[in-house]
């Protein structure tokens, strides 16, 4: 099958649906520096549907507040791009949607937009399950934009499917 998406993202993304599917999860998204890339490589695999719910590009922080309830207080203490933020938008998108899990990336992707405390390449991205713990991981990628949103895409995939299990 052809796809825009490298040949172990698809592999990750059908692994990571056959996982739900056995499981009944559905799964949710909420992006920032991703842009829907999740949601896009997802539902670029057959059957995907059985599984994916829908997503949320919250790439503004006014989307953030209005489409998934990340509140204002913690966009203004901690910035967009942080733990808090990311945590936010995974439990904000699986409570609006109704979902069973949701994962959210919130990151720098570049080339500008970074600083000396978050410098481009800096992404945290997060996975809340209905009566489990929200799972957090914070990273550092390298490379350019295109290079940063596809390591912080195969990360997040990497995320759900630890708390699938």
Known sequence: MN?????????????????CRRKKLHLVTAESCTGGLIAALLTDRPGSSAVFAHGFVTYANAAKREMI????????KFGAVSPEVAIEMAEGARREADADLAVSVTG?????GG????????VHIAVARKKRKTLHE???FTGDRTAVRLASVEAALRLVMKRIA
């Open 3 to 19: 796809s825009i998406f490298p040949l172990q993202l698809q592999h990750a993304a059908q692994e990571l649906l056959d996982a």
């Open 69 to 76: 309830g990340v509140r204002k207080k913690t966009l203004e």
């Open 108 to 112: 720098i992707a570049g080339p500008d």
């Open 115 to 122: 600083s000396r405390k978050k410098p481009v390449g800096t």
């Open 138 to 140: 914070g990273h550092h």
